[in-house]
């Protein structure tokens, strides 16, 4: 059987590292979609300067594309769909999950009905795979599976086709659905491909939503704090009033976290809380929600807060940090989208304007 | 006897419009510190486009003195000083109210140490006065007094001595000090010499923290919440999820107002929680602690919540919203102090420096 093949939508740091990766392993034929650098990595390539790689110049996987619709008119059937985007439903459309992935399912379903295909969502938060599978029924297309992908990396683009990648690269793949004997199986596969050796960790990971949940302990309580305050990590701790930053709003905020996992029956441990706290003290960092209001971009609220927010309420979970949180970051989300111009308000009649 | 000398510290909307309404009076004589408009009002006078005086050109008040210092040099005993700056004690010691009024207590205890001084704070919060009487006691100067002002008056600053001034001035002066008799017979006496006729409204306010507290289920709830989320008030309403900037935010802010209040034996009625949030629905306005993040100015963060909430500690009340508001809002005053470099912090050692 020939080389599997990989797509990988979207070109910021988490993306091209994980290409990289892929590439570098040499066990798939790999596919790209760069939209705003295309013109530049068809001419140049990446530069990406790398803890792992070495000073990689003018590299280029084995086919670019310009958008979703060009690669699937490719011809080509993609095995792995890898979306590294951010995952914001309530953005704009065309950038949501079912809109990005339908024109894959469908030239796949076309070349060969047959032949399975894997969506790999490397994304934050909770319940990310839902709108996908309601929006998109797998019946429909050729029985797709989706699969879950917890990628904790240090890379950030720099400018135009220009990666700084400082932190290696660190995958956790499974399937979302643990009976699903095909995704995980798929999974275990990706997880071949994925694999580059001393270069980057992969491994099958048994529990999907333990994972996610854990990860949200970082991103529910402190990159949601960061975002609301404008400041990195350090300053947003060592500003508050006395240790109230970690004692009133991080840990609050994560204890409400392990509330709502622990009402699934997924238990989160204690020591991770503590784990996630420390690391962050004393490393200047600055976390995506927070770089996103200072760029005016929409942030992956949603999934972060919104998701979590709604498995309390359908399972009587109070929690009253992560709301509070909430309810301040919808203002700040409606703001952006004001700003981005995905909506209008009327200040004679003081509405938003449907 | 001869006309009352006022000193007016604080050339901003409500100082400006204050000021031409005691001249209006007609009842004392004016002087005013204007400190980065000085030599504009000097050459040209004050700009005012009034909702109650009319388009006024070129005004100035009898004195014009560039600071306290001068001003205290001039010769004068003042018998009121009525400053309308903001009252920020966590900011530049320079322009914190017993560094403002020990200049005047000390030439006016030389000039005449039998005639009494009233100090007027025409500003925001709770316990505002307590630093000023603990750091200059009273009975080390000619036994001044301290009286309350609370101001309702839709003024602001445009330009250089220019203000536009579009809601009637309404004033309620006590003393802060209920039993102090001399307070009470002073402010009455401010109450007639503030009073220019039907241009503005000024009464004998007789229970000055009732009045404060009430002001603050404003300023608390509605002026906080949207220094956070950089909006206007009705966008702020718009902007939540679903009705919570109003049931999630501002009512029980506004309760946690009434209960501290409560827990001091003074009641604020419940119709007042309904006014303030319907009068703030429909009308396009910033308020002063959110103009004063997007100037990059430091917040009147600790008279509106920091001593409230320092009452509450005391009083053994719980204020979960308030201190949620509180934490966030320190985090946001400490990043505008190293904005103005009031504070510096270190990157190497994520701490700030001391």
Same mark, same amino acid.
């Given at each position: 059987?020939?080389?599997?093949?990989?797509?990988?939508?979207?070109? *910021?740091?988490?993306?091209?590292?994980?290409?990289?990766?892929?590439?570098?392993?040499?066990?798939?034929?790999?596919?790209? !979609?760069?939209?705003?650098?295309?013109?530049?990595?068809?001419?140049?390539?990446?530069?990406?300067?790398?803890?792992?790689? *070495?000073?990689?110049?003018? &590299?280029? /996987? $084995?086919?670019?594309?310009?958008?979703?619709?060009?690669?699937?008119?490719?011809?080509?059937?993609?095995? +792995? %769909?890898?979306?590294?985007?951010?995952?914001? /439903?309530?953005?704009?459309?065309?950038?949501?999950?079912? #809109?990005?992935?339908?024109?894959?399912?469908?030239?796949?379903?076309?070349?060969?009905?047959?032949?399975?295909?894997?969506?790999?969502?490397?994304?934050?938060? %909770?319940?990310?795979?839902?709108?996908?599978?309601?929006?998109?029924?797998?019946?429909?297309?050729?029985?797709? !599976?989706?699969?879950?992908? #917890?990628?904790?990396?240090?890379?950030?683009?720099?400018?135009?086709? $220009? %990666?700084?990648?400082?932190?290696?690269?660190?995958?956790? %793949?499974?399937?979302?659905?643990?009976?699903?004997?095909?995704? @995980?199986?798929? =999974?275990?596969?990706?997880?071949?491909?994925?694999?580059?050796?001393?270069?980057?960790?992969?491994?099958?990971?048994?529990?999907?939503?333990?994972?996610? &949940?854990?990860?949200?302990? +970082?991103?529910?309580?402190?990159?949601?704090?960061? =975002?609301?305050?404008?400041?990195?990590?350090?300053?947003? @701790?060592?500003?508050?009033?006395?240790?109230?930053?970690?004692?009133?709003?991080?840990?609050?905020?994560? $204890?409400?976290? #392990?509330?709502?996992?622990?009402?699934?029956? @997924?238990?989160?441990?204690?020591?991770?809380?503590?784990?996630?706290?420390? @690391?962050?003290?004393?490393?200047?960092?600055? /976390?995506?929600?927070?770089?996103?209001?200072?760029?005016?971009?929409?942030?992956?609220?949603?999934?972060?807060?919104?998701?979590?927010?709604?498995?309390?309420?359908?399972?009587?979970?109070?929690? /009253?940090?992560?709301?509070?949180?909430?309810?301040?970051?919808?203002?700040?989300?409606?703001?952006?989208?004001?700003?981005?111009?995905?909506?209008?308000?009327?200040?004679?009649?003081?509405?938003?304007? $449907?």
């Amino acid at each position: 059987m020939s080389k599997a093949n990989v797509v990988v939508v979207g070109a *910021g740091g988490v993306g091209v590292v994980s290409s990289l990766s892929m590439y570098h392993a040499g066990k798939c034929e790999l596919s790209m !979609v760069v939209r705003s650098d295309y013109d530049h990595v068809l001419s140049e390539g990446y530069t990406i300067d790398s803890c792992d790689y *070495g000073e990689v110049r003018g &590299w280029r /996987p $084995h086919n670019v594309y310009r958008d979703v619709e060009e690669a699937s008119k490719s011809g080509k059937f993609f095995d +792995y %769909i890898v979306i590294t985007t951010k995952n914001i /439903p309530d953005g704009p459309r065309s950038s949501t999950m079912p #809109v990005l992935c339908k024109p894959f399912l469908e030239s796949n379903s076309n070349i060969d009905p047959d032949r399975l295909t894997s969506i790999v969502l490397i994304q934050n938060g %909770i319940d990310i795979e839902k709108e996908l599978i309601t929006t998109l029924k797998p019946e429909d297309y050729n029985n797709y !599976v989706v699969l879950s992908g #917890v990628e904790i990396v240090g890379s950030t683009k720099v400018g135009k086709a $220009h %990666i700084k990648h400082v932190g290696t690269d660190n995958l956790s %793949i499974g399937a979302f659905d643990p009976d699903d004997k095909r995704a @995980i199986e798929s =999974a275990k596969k990706f997880a071949v491909i994925y694999d580059a050796g001393d270069k980057n960790h992969v491994e099958f990971d048994e529990r999907v939503r333990y994972s996610r &949940w854990k990860k949200l302990l +970082y991103n529910a309580a402190i990159n949601t704090t960061t =975002a609301i305050v404008g400041l990195d990590v350090p300053r947003t @701790i060592e500003f508050g009033y006395e240790d109230h930053t970690k004692s009133a709003l991080f840990l609050p905020a994560m $204890h409400d976290i #392990v509330n709502i996992a622990a009402s699934e029956g @997924i238990v989160i441990e204690e020591k991770f809380i503590d784990f996630f706290v420390n @690391i962050s003290a004393k490393r200047m960092f600055t /976390p995506s929600m927070c770089v996103d209001v200072q760029k005016g971009q929409l942030m992956e609220l949603e999934v972060i807060l919104g998701n979590p927010l709604k498995v309390a309420k359908q399972n009587g979970v109070e929690t /009253p940090t992560l709301t509070f949180l909430y309810n301040i970051l919808t203002i700040i989300q409606n703001k952006l989208k004001e700003q981005n111009g995905l909506l209008k308000f009327d200040e004679k009649t003081c509405s938003i304007i $449907h």
